[in-house]
């Protein structure tokens, strides 16, 4: 998936610094001036958590440790995604965000 991205004209990223943590995964858009940002955080599921659980984990970690502080100030649009896992299962959570002319980032969706 992440090779295909790339073969597009996107940029993937993995484990950089970024705010005040590290992301797991970055996929930015190169062709049109940075208009698209992914931002994703993988967990796996712990002792008395659940996929949900841990997804929204993975969501709340890219808000805390500030990620999008890294971003391109091109970038128009980002998708958050949390992705957890257990076994076979997985559950993926995700935000789209689009960024205000004076550069704050509102969510216009929620997906469960």
Do not use: P
């Amino acid at each position: 998936m992440f090779v295909n991205a790339r073969d597009r004209g996107f940029t993937v990223l993995s484990n950089r610094e970024s705010g005040y943590g590290r992301y797991d995964i970055a996929i930015f858009s190169e062709s049109g001036g940075y208009e698209m940002a992914i931002i994703i955080e993988f967990k796996v599921v712990k002792k008395n958590k659940n996929l949900v659980d841990m997804a929204r984990e993975g969501l709340d970690q890219i808000e805390e440790k500030q990620y999008r502080a890294g971003l391109h100030k091109d970038t128009k649009k980002l998708l958050e995604i949390g992705i957890a896992f257990e076994g076979k299962k997985a559950c993926v959570l995700g935000h789209l965000l689009h960024r205000t002319d004076e550069g704050t980032w509102n969510k216009d969706l929620i997906s469960y």
